[in-house]
């Protein structure tokens, strides 16, 4: 079958180990000092682990590959313990992998062992996480306002934050904020160096966030462009630092922008790597 799986570059690759915590699941070895991708069945292509490498030497691809066998996946993780056991079944909930996460469960309680608190599956036979509605990460919560009317304190400065989630991954494109909203499409590093990030870009606004480095670019274009044609929104601001990976972000935007058929007022503001404003 054709799916999204690990691709490893060994030429960038240096052996350091960095992506393997992101890998409960042990698709990933460190054999003659480079990363290796030892077996289809156990990579979920979720990505976990592709932020973790310094080299940039992980990205997803689709290809053909093995069927993702959570049964397999289950038998090598269970071994290494609860804290592995929980560290797993989290991953899945993030990424909204229900399935995956229910066979996990299934997995568990037929050979009695413990499931980690806060995990169980509900009359349908669905999987629950710590909530009723599911991770708290990916929950969307609307705070009907952002606290623009707020008076700024003498002391720390008011939060200006309109929603949850803020990841692009996890806000969904259905989300009732994104209707009639100034969309601020922000770079992660931005909030932390740029001090007038709440008060200059934030305020206001609706809020994604991701990183065009790391991340799947196509991926977000393809459901930034799905947010662009399902809302009538306002505004678009991309927010990016000033390193040259960080341009892609503006790049993908546009193209996303181009993709919907829409036309919306466009602009994009460049944060230096010392917090200054360049634009």
């Known amino acids: 079958m054709k799916r999204k799986i690990i691709k490893i570059d060994h030429d960038l690759c240096d052996g350091c180990g960095l992506c393997l915590p992101g890998c409960p699941e042990g698709a990933l070895r460190i054999i003659d000092g480079r990363a290796r991708l030892v077996s289809d069945l156990f990579c979920d292509g979720l990505g976990a682990c592709v932020g973790e490498c310094p080299k940039g030497a992980l990205t997803v691809e689709e ?10 996946v289950m038998e090598e993780i269970v071994p290494q313990g609860p804290a592995t056991i929980r560290a797993h079944l989290e991953h899945l909930e993030d990424h909204g992998e229900k399935e995956y996460l229910a066979r996990a469960l299934d997995y568990l309680k037929k050979r009695k062992i413990e499931v980690p608190e806060g995990f169980q599956l509900n009359e349908t036979g669905e999987s629950g996480g710590a909530e009723p509605c599911g991770c708290p990460s990916a929950r969307i919560i609307d705070f009907s306002g952002g606290g623009e009317d707020r008076p700024a304190p003498a002391g720390p400065a008011p939060s200006r934050l309109g929603q949850w989630p803020v990841q692009l991954n996890l806000v969904p494109p259905a989300a009732p904020f994104l209707e009639g909203a ?6 992660d590093c931005v909030p932390i160096a740029y001090g007038g990030f709440h008060e200059d870009l ?3 606004r609706v809020v994604v966030c991701g990183c065009p480095k790391f991340d799947d670019a196509e991926a977000y274009r393809e459901r930034l462009a799905e947010y662009f044609r399902r809302h009538e929104i306002n505004s678009v601001t991309v927010a990016r630092m000033e390193v040259p990976c960080c341009s892609g972000l503006t790049a993908l935007a546009r193209g996303a922008l181009a993709d919907s058929g829409k036309e919306i007022p466009f602009q994009e503001t460049m ?5 200054e404003k360049l634009n």
Request: glycine letters at 12%.
């Open 63 to 72: 290809r053909e590959a093995q069927p993702y066998d959570e049964g397999r």
């Open 182 to 187: 100034d969309l601020l499409v922000s770079a």
């Open 202 to 204: 934030l305020k206001n």
């Open 271 to 275: 944060i230096g790597v010392r917090g």
